[in-house]
């Protein structure tokens, strides 16, 4: 029985005559007139905060940056977090199963997303526990975001460690800008429903409110078998958000509650039943939890100015094939920022992170440590100084105590030369570094089984075991320490015409210090099951990978004319020869990736979008890769009147199913992505 008591079998016409809609983000008379009126100039002079910790404008950025606003959101139909970020160059997002997802930048695409930094209004939303982030538990409304600022390339001497790879900065609407009432409804024949209510105001002087509650579902979907894949979802969650300004500055003050339920199938090992040496679970994993996060910014003197930021969060997180948790992170944050008359501007800040857990073992996991306290302080500036009228020179330092590798010391050499207002181009060096989590320092992971006869030992195994299966393990080990990150990247950005804009990224990254693990060849080092039924191969953790990826990320934009416009983001990455150890738990992304969406206005009641996205072949640790795939979406939106849309989107139009990606650690039965339709309605009073 569905959880959510509703009929599959209806016809999608049925929920477009009830008018059911969807988790679009809310359309606002102002929205659409920014997106017909906004020219490639105020593109280039669009406000990014995420790249130096202060407003710039895109043009002055010497990063590869790329911003997701609103409406780019609410035109693209989609109904998640991870599939918003799809719309950003070099970003990696595949789907796992119903609402499980896979997303980096430029390399280690995990569930977890261990070198990747995901912020919420520069919150991080990192765990300590498995190095990532649990997609599951942002369940931020669409409808609540204002715009998504993604950094490719690493961001640690801005942000910390563990951006690597990149930074996700999701930055939410002003309660200033959402009074009134919004309700949306949907459903599809795959997407399931979806709804939510948001009401918001104002009270008092300069202040306002803002409240939503959100529900959304997700149905099943199918096993490359044809059989249910047993992973629907449910999402249920609430917040609000005050804002005040004043004299002097600003302050924001805002909380989220969420739950989850999410169902699927996990594949723990077990050697006790050939010839596959694996048995099917279903798993339900739960999570649930509270963050509260406020920031106050005050305008000391004409030239200084100061923030703070304090953020607490709390979640209990049953995730039944790694582990179930509960953790307190407590985040304190200041930050000032001085403009000095000699053409030039210091951010500097210090800050202090307290992380309290409670451990319990999964599926294919062992705690050795059930509870554990981890600090982390942080000391970090950043000296922007122009060279003449053209040339802005960056340097940028951090440094990071914790109690796993003690003091971590990451920077950055950024240069910009805005050869014209419409031209510049920039480069940079950085080092980035991603500390050890607590999973990996002290829990063991069970991994797959090799049959007998697979793997070659010297000497060769005494025949009384010979005919045993080898069950594989990766322990943690206390001594493992930081992944390491060079990076050099060179870009342009600017308009070749009057009509197109034009974004060019290079970029070498050499990765050194890689998790891996140690290779049994030596038979001494085997163990026997206690019921003599399968051999043991423990490894451990160690810093000996290496390996070297390349790219290039380009994105444009094309405005023929003030009703239709042209989004094209392409990729391609070298990942180049991975030494020094076995590849662990992680798929490498596609060499090729490409991504092409027309926004075609028919009127200004109606809008037509289409969007294609091309992903190549994608590598994967122990099994033959995966094939590359082309598909298509389209979305047709009619507004009848002021903050009133109807909008119909048909999804993945090109195949009928699909397998995006295979999970390694923790090992998920691959799901298939369907071709579906679903309608939506959105209404503002």
């Known amino acids: 029985m569905d959880r959510f008591a509703t009929d599959r079998r209806i016809p999608v016409i049925s929920c477009l005559l009830i008018i059911l809609g969807g988790a679009a983000p809310s359309v606002q008379a102002s929205d659409i007139e920014r997106f017909l009126e906004l020219s490639l100039e105020d593109l280039l002079q669009q406000e990014v905060v995420s790249a130096s910790r202060r407003a710039q404008a895109l043009s002055d950025v010497a990063a590869a940056v790329h911003v997701i606003t609103a409406e780019d959101i609410r035109r693209s139909g989609a109904r998640s977090l991870p599939e918003a970020l799809r719309l950003a160059p070099g970003v990696d997002v595949a789907r796992i199963s119903a609402d499980r997802w896979a997303v980096s930048i430029r390399s280690h695409t995990e569930y977890l997303s261990n070198k990747l930094m995901v912020l919420v209004d520069g919150r991080s939303a990192y765990s300590p526990n498995f190095s990532g982030v649990v ?3 942002l369940q931020l409304p669409l409808e609540n975001i204002e715009r998504i600022e993604v950094i490719r390339g690493p961001g640690g001497a801005v942000w910390g460690v563990n951006a690597v790879n990149g930074v996700i900065n999701i930055i939410t609407r002003s309660s200033h800008t959402t009074h009134g009432t919004q309700v949306s409804a949907g459903y599809g024949d795959n997407a399931g429903p979806s709804a939510l209510v948001r009401q918001g105001g104002a009270w008092g002087e300069d202040r306002s409110y803002s409240v939503y509650l959100q529900n959304r579902g997700y149905h099943e979907s199918l096993q490359e078998s044809g059989d249910d894949h047993h992973d629907q979802a449910s999402h249920l969650s609430a917040g609000f958000r005050l804002d005040g300004d004043e004299t002097v500055g600003r302050w924001m003050v805002s909380g989220n509650l969420y739950r989850t339920e999410s169902d699927g199938i996990g594949v723990p090992r077990d050697p006790l039943q050939p010839p596959v040496y694996r048995r099917v679970e279903y798993i339900t994993d739960r999570f649930s939890g509270l963050d509260l996060q406020t920031s106050v910014t005050r305008q000391t003197s004409e030239h200084s100015e100061i923030k703070l930021n304090a953020s607490w969060s709390y979640s209990d997180l049953e995730a039944a094939m790694l582990a179930d ?27 202090y992170r307290w992380y309290q857990d409670t451990l319990s073992e999964g599926l294919t996991t062992r705690i050795e440590q059930s509870r554990e306290t981890l600090h982390l302080a942080s000391l970090f500036a950043q000296d922007e100084r122009e060279l003449g009228d053209e040339v802005r020179l960056s340097l940028g330092g951090r440094l990071d105590h914790n109690g796993y590798t003690g003091t971590e010391i990451q920077s950055t050499l950024r240069v910009l030369w805005n050869m014209s207002p419409q031209h510049s181009v920039w480069n940079s060096l950085s080092r980035a570094k991603r500390i050890p989590s607590r999973g990996e320092r002290t829990a063991d992971y069970i991994l797959t089984v090799a049959p007998p006869g697979l793997i070659s030992f010297n000497p060769p195994l005494d025949a009384s075991i010979a005919t045993l299966p080898i069950q594989g393990e990766v322990r943690g080990n206390e001594g493992y320490g930081s992944e390491r990150l060079t990076a050099f990247e060179a870009g342009y950005r600017g308009q070749p015409s009057s009509g197109v804009y034009l974004d060019v990224t290079a970029f070498v990254h050499r990765y ?40 290039v990320e380009l994105s444009g934009d094309w405005r023929p004319s003030d009703r239709l416009r042209f989004q094209l983001a392409h990729s391609v990455n070298d990942t180049g020869q991975f ?32 969007w294609i996205k091309h992903v190549g072949e994608r590598d994967r640790p122990f099994l033959p890769p995966l094939d590359a795939y082309t598909t298509m979406d389209l979305r047709l939106a009619w507004r009848p009147d002021t903050g009133i849309e109807l909008a119909l989107v048909a999804q993945n139009l090109l195949d009928s199913e699909r397998t995006e990606y295979f999970s390694v650690a923790p090992t998920f039965q691959p799901a298939q992505t369907r071709r579906g339709l679903y309608g939506q309605v959105s209404i503002s009073f």
Request: aromatic share 8%.
């Open 135 to 137: 997609w599951n538990t």
């Open 325 to 351: 948790q509960q953790q307190h992170i407590v985040d304190l944050e200041l930050q000032q920022r001085v403009n000095f008359p000699d053409q030039h501007t210091l951010t500097w800040g210090a800050g």
């Open 512 to 551: 050194e210090d890689l998790r891996t693990a140690t290779v049994i060849t030596d038979p001494d080092n085997l163990l026997i099951s206690e019921d003599n039924q399968y051999l043991i191969a423990p490894t451990e953790f160690v810093n000996t990978g290496e390996l070297t990826v390349t790219g």
């Open 579 to 610: 030494t020094g150890g076995d590849r662990l738990f992680s798929s490498f992304i596609p060499r090729h990736t490409t991504s092409l969406r027309s926004s075609w206005n028919l009127s200004h009641h109606t809008d037509l979008d289409m």
